[in-house]
């Protein structure tokens, strides 16, 4: 299912014993737009440190609840390694953090989740999976989606909106789109902005820069937010860049596999 990033804030996180706080906002790195950590807002819970919770913990949203499922317990995550809310996502902690865990480190490997291209939960599938050379890893650099709202969209011949909003894939946790604001260069409406089409991210700038027109961007189908994104109005999307949808590319890797 295909959400937004703010409808998803405040809702309640459901572990295996009960509740331990509510969505604050999300952790992505940009290579992959992949969401890496989901930051829990626990109260006076866990206070003085970010409590990240990994995809490979989250079950799946439940919007008529407004709540996430999380497969860990209060324990699990009360002893999980420690992070100041005043610091960074380091590499060290991320090892420390999978390590608590057990789970397969996602920049091990070039695919989106490092030895693997889709979100594998299973242990079993990590023990017969192959493995990849350890030289291939990456090295990912985290943004908050709360940071990167508000960024600019440079065109290939200029401004065109600024981001609002980020769709995520509650089964992937991939980043569909980029939900981009245009009022400010025109008499303006909101649109989607795939990942695939970004060029590259200035974070200096604090601009997003996407390889497409001004105009084909102006053109482009209308985002209203009632209710979800059909895949009609996604296959009208690419048609219109006159790309092929990120499931295409999704089909022939399960194919291949």
């Known amino acids: 299912m295909l959400l937004k990033a703010n409808t998803l804030k405040g809702f309640k996180l459901a572990s295996l014993d009960g509740e331990v706080g509510t ?58 390694p420690s992070l100041e809310s005043d ?39 990590w023990n017969t999976a192959t493995e990849t050379e350890p030289e291939k890893s990456w090295d990912p650099h985290l943004r908050s989606t709360d940071a990167v709202t508000g960024h600019h969209i440079q065109a290939t011949d200029g401004e065109i909106g600024h981001v609002v909003d980020f769709i ?6 991939a980043i569909r789109y980029l939900v981009v604001d245009t009022r400010n260069w025109w008499p303006g409406k909101k649109v989607l902005i795939s990942p695939q089409w970004i060029e590259r ?43 092929d949808g990120y499931w295409a590319h999704e089909k022939e890797r399960n194919t291949s596999e």
């Open 87 to 125: 610091k960074p996502v380091s590499r060290q902690f991320e090892q420390d953090y999978h390590g608590y865990y057990g789970w397969p480190m996602y920049w091990g490997g070039p695919m989106m989740w490092g030895a693997y291209p889709y979100l594998v939960r299973d242990p079993n599938q």
């Open 23 to 80: 969505v604050s906002e999300f952790y992505f790195d940009d290579q992959h737009w992949t969401v890496r950590y989901m930051v829990a807002d626990t109260g006076g819970w866990l206070s003085g440190r970010q409590v990240l919770i990994s995809p490979y913990a989250l079950v799946g949203a439940i919007k008529e609840d407004e709540a996430i499922v999380v497969n860990l317990t209060q324990q699990q995550i009360q002893d999980s």
């Open 168 to 173: 995520l894939d509650d089964e992937t946790w």
């Open 201 to 243: 991210v200035s974070w200096s700038e604090l601009k997003v820069f996407v390889k497409l027109s001004r105009e084909s961007v102006k053109a482009s189908p209308e985002y209203t937010e009632e209710g979800l994104i059909s895949r009609d109005y996604e296959s009208g999307l690419f048609r219109h860049y006159e790309r």
